[in-house]
Nanobody, 121 residues
């Protein structure tokens, strides 16, 4: 069974940092683009960051560029999202995804269950 399991979410004050992890199991994802999306209450799920299979290319939404960093460890089948300078607007459920390169949901075949990030002002 293919699974993506996120962890590392929580409550943090504005200006703080969190590091999310996404552990994949069931098959290797070393050939997949890995990405993070997020969904705030009442909003559509939106793209945050992506990294190619080899790690040679990344792409960030303008809203997180310069503050968030995506990385991956293919040996551990794990992808990370380092989030710095967090703002209340970053409050959302964060989802890990695996699939093809792109910033749209349809590019990704596999999804995790999400982890809540709450940023207090």
């Amino acid at each position: 069974q293919v699974r993506l399991v996120e962890s590392g979410g929580g409550l943090v004050q504005a200006g703080g940092s969190l590091r999310l992890s996404c552990a994949a199991s069931g098959r290797t994802f070393s050939s997949d683009t890995m990405a993070w999306f997020r969904q705030a209450p009442g909003n559509e799920r939106e793209f945050a960051a992506a990294m190619t299979a080899s790690g040679d290319r990344t792409y960030y939404a303008d809203s997180v560029k310069g503050r968030f960093t995506i990385s991956r460890d293919n040996a551990k089948n794990t992808v990370y999202l380092q989030m710095n300078s967090l703002k209340p607007d970053d409050t959302a459920v964060y989802y890990c995804a695996a699939g093809a390169w792109g910033s749209y949901r349809e590019a990704y075949q596999y999804w995790g269950q999400g982890t809540q990030v709450t940023v207090s002002s």
